[in-house]
């Protein structure tokens, strides 16, 4: 039974460049449960269970474009292959959520403790450190066709995260849905009403109902990767994403 939850959000992106740039990601939500395992711990003794998510959210598929993920992540690799064997991974997630996930990508769920806290907040510093890298050394896209794809891909992701991201729930208990609503799209995931005219249907159509709205479960196809879908050399292993 959940009793609390804090959820918190940070995306850091580079719009003006019109460039391919990765985002910066970090994501975690701290829930406080009541463990039924041991009665002798389910009323008296909550645990606090800690969900985490750092990356550098890829603007393309790093699935099918090797160049794209040459270009940014293979230099990182040991980066992510160093947190990956500190933190457990965090157990199965939203399949349709892995297209927008790099192979170095921190996805981590353990009983709260100092250590990994700070782990966690390590990470982040290194990730942050790595994106401003990557940012310090991009240059403006020249071709205006690029641009145009890489905005697209930047809606696409604002898109689908301003619709499905898993903190919407805990918004709308503390704000309501109005207020939880604009600090989504105005806030959060900031440029979801202003980089294109996409709806959520547009981009992801299995998602449509037989009377157009949208379906409010958070994937269509499940959830899966038990383990780690990346190798150490940051090859998808996983089952192909659909």
């Known amino acids: 039974m959940v009793q609390a939850m804090k959820h918190d959000v940070l995306i850091v992106c580079r719009r003006s460049l019109g460039a391919s740039l990765p985002r910066m990601g970090r994501q975690r939500c701290t829930c406080f449960l009541s463990s039924h395992l041991r009665l002798d711990y389910s009323e008296v003794c909550p645990l606090k ?23 940014y992540y293979k230099h990182l690799i040991p ?11 965090g157990g199965k997630i939203t399949t349709e ?38 940012m310090d050394q991009a240059s403006g896209e020249t071709d205006v066709s690029q641009v145009m794809v890489n905005i ?13 991201d ?56 499940g959830k899966s990767f038990e383990s780690r879908p990346w190798n150490t050399r940051g090859e998808f292993i996983g089952n192909i994403l659909r």
């Open 49 to 71: 269970a800690v969900m985490g998510c750092r990356d550098l959210n890829p603007l393309h598929d790093v699935t099918n474009q090797q160049d794209y993920k040459k270009k």
């Open 79 to 89: 980066l992510g292959l160093k947190y990956a064997e500190l933190l457990p991974w």
């Open 97 to 134: 959520s892995m297209k927008f996930f790099s192979p170095i990508v921190i996805w981590t769920k353990f009983p709260s403790s100092y250590e990994k806290h700070h782990l966690l907040y390590s990470a982040f510093k290194e990730y942050l450190k790595s994106w401003l890298e990557l």
């Open 152 to 164: 697209e891909a930047q809606h696409r992701y604002l898109t689908w995260r301003a619709e499905k």
């Open 166 to 221: 898993p903190g919407h729930q805990v918004l709308r208990r503390v704000a309501g849905e109005t207020l939880a609503k604009e600090l989504v799209r105005s806030f959060l995931f900031n440029g979801v009403d202003e980089l294109g005219n996409k709806t959520f249907i547009d981009y992801f159509p299995e998602y449509e109902c037989d009377d157009g709205t949208i379906n409010q479960k958070r994937s269509m196809i």
